[in-house]
Nanobody, 122 residues
Framework: VQLQASGGGLVQAGDSLSLSCAAS????????MGWFRQAPGKEREFVGR????????YYADSVKGRFTISRDGAKNTVYLQMNSLKPEDTARYYC????????????????WGQGTQVTVSS
């Protein structure tokens, strides 16, 4: 499975930004697609996930109501729509693939993209 994340950039607080993650490889190895982020000096944080088959989503409390994950099966692409961005959302964002549809911890994800930087200025 290969994952390619894109769409990061520099935005101002309150702005929106959309990230994409193009996936290839065995569908069974990516039953769920997750988004994680890691800021300098901080541990990696789970952002949310989506189940490929049903589109079911699950979010961390820190982003619930502001971030939305969706997928396009025809394009094998998962999206992370981020609204009302805050400076504390600044981090490198990673997409990852898991065989488990309930995966939320990084250790449950087998494949990782290279990440894309999101910087939110105040």
């Amino acid at each position: 499975v290969q994952l390619q994340a894109s769409g990061g950039g520099l935005v101002q607080a309150g702005d929106s930004l959309s990230l994409s993650c193009a996936a290839s490889g065995r569908a069974g190895s990516r039953a769920a697609m997750g988004w994680f982020r890691q800021a300098p000096g901080k541990e990696r944080e789970f952002v949310g996930r989506i189940t490929w088959s049903t589109g079911s989503t699950y979010y961390a409390d820190s982003v619930k109501g502001r971030f939305t994950i969706s997928r396009d099966g025809a394009k094998n692409t998962v999206y992370l729509q981020m609204n009302s961005l805050k400076p504390e959302d600044t981090a490198r964002y990673y997409c990852a693939a898991s065989r488990s549809i309930t995966a939320w911890h990084g250790s449950e994800y087998d494949y990782w993209g290279q990440g894309t930087q999101v910087t939110v200025s105040s």
